[in-house]
Every structure is written in structure tokens, then in C-alpha cells.
């Protein structure tokens, strides 16, 4: 069954490192208060973890692609250990099924969904590619990006990405998208947007 006016929030990787991070999750329960909500989670320190052993250790990008999945999933659980009455799941069915229980959900994603959908193993891809990935795949209305970076919102996502603020590939990723597109500060994040 569709589900109409999904939402989709991708919580920069690098919000994990600060208070900020409570404030935002706290954010999502009160300003889509009754809307589907699929929380994204970036990989924070434990990404940056594998971007270092790679450098180190020369492994292959398919490794380190699927070793970064594994670090939103890790950034996935302990944001339920946050907000305990949100649900997790891996797949685009298990978030239907959690959304249809009227569950915000945490996408926590599943390696072998994503390989299967011929995602590309690259540091060119990384969570918020995936957000806008996951957001095209359940036919999401927003997708909102919510950084740690300030964010000039005079500039396209191409001069976000030239400025390593989105990922290289974001821009591929949101081309003839369906859903708007808001990418913010999480310090204005319930303030600069929401949803109606």
C-alpha cells in the first residue's frame, strides 16, 4: 500500500559529535508530529573510521563501501537507544511496515538491498545520496538534509557539492526528483522548515 507524504531526514554523520544531535531528533517528533517520517543516518566517526583503515590497508572500494554501511547502521542503533519509541528498519519493505504502524522510522540500511540495486561502491556516494536513493525509491515528498556545515541557501546543490557540503553523485541522485529538495543547518532546523 503507498503511503502518502513521506518524509525523508537525513541527519548529518557529523551531528553525532554534539548535543545537536537530541536537539534535531527531538525536532523530528514535534515538527512532523502524524506525518511518515524515515529518518537517514550519516555515518559520523565511524565512516571516517573506514576512510582511514582504506587509506591505511589499500582495500578495495566495494569493501569499504559496505564497512560504511555499517557505520549508519551503527549511527542507526544508537539513535533508537535515543528515542526508543522509533523504529529501525533495513529494508524499503520494513519501513513500509513500520510506517504503515505509524512509526517514525531509522533506516538502517540493508547491504544487499543496496547492491542489488546496483548502488556504486564510491566515496562519490555516500548517506545523503543514499537519502535521496531511498527517497525516489518510496516516492517521498521532501527530502530534507540536515547538516552541521552552514549552509548558503542562495546556492544550488551543484555548489553544495563543489564545496563538499553534499556528495559528489547528490546532484545525479536528485536530477528530475519528484520531492523537494531543503538542505539546512541543523541549527535552524525547526526553525528555517517545516512541514505542513
Not at 523504529?87 to 547492491?115: C, F, G, M, Y
Not at 535552524?188 to 512541514?195: A, E, K, L, P
Request: glycine fraction near 6%.
Amino acid at each position: 500500500m503507498a503511503i502518502d507524504g513521506i518524509i525523508i531526514i537525513k541527519l548529518g554523520g557529523s551531528l553525532s559529535r554534539s548535543d545537536t544531535l537530541v536537539d534535531c531528533l527531538n525536532a523530528v517528533e514535534k515538527n512532523h508530529q502524524g506525518r511518515a517520517v524515515v529518518i537517514v543516518p550519516g555515518g559520523g566517526g565511524f565512516a571516517d573510521q573506514v576512510r582511514l583503515a582504506q587509506q591505511h590497508w589499500q582495500f578495495d572500494d566495494t569493501t569499504a563501501h559496505h564497512m560504511a554501511l555499517l557505520a549508519m547502521q551503527q549511527i542507526a542503533l544508537m539513535l533508537k537507544g535515543l528515542k526508543p519509541d522509533f523504529a529501525i528498519a533495513d529494508t524499503v519493505a520494513a519501513i513500509h511496515d513500520q510506517l504503515n504502524r505509524k512509526k517514525t522510522v531509522i533506516w538502517s540500511p540493508d547491504i544487499i538491498e543496496l547492491d542489488n540495486a546496483g548502488i556504486e561502491a564510491s566515496w562519490d556516494i555516500t548517506s545523503d545520496s543514499l537519502a535521496a536513493w531511498l527517497a525516489k525509491t518510496l516516492s517521498a515528498t521532501e527530502l530534507i538534509l540536515i547538516k552541521s556545515a552552514v549552509i548558503d541557501s542562495s546556492l544550488s546543490p551543484r555548489q553544495l557539492a563543489e564545496q563538499h557540503i553534499v556528495d559528489k553523485a547528490f546532484c545525479d541522485f536528485v536530477a528530475e526528483a519528484a520531492f523537494k529538495v531543503h538542505i539546512i543547518n541543523a541549527q535552524n532546523y525547526g526553525v528555517g522548515i517545516t512541514s505542513t
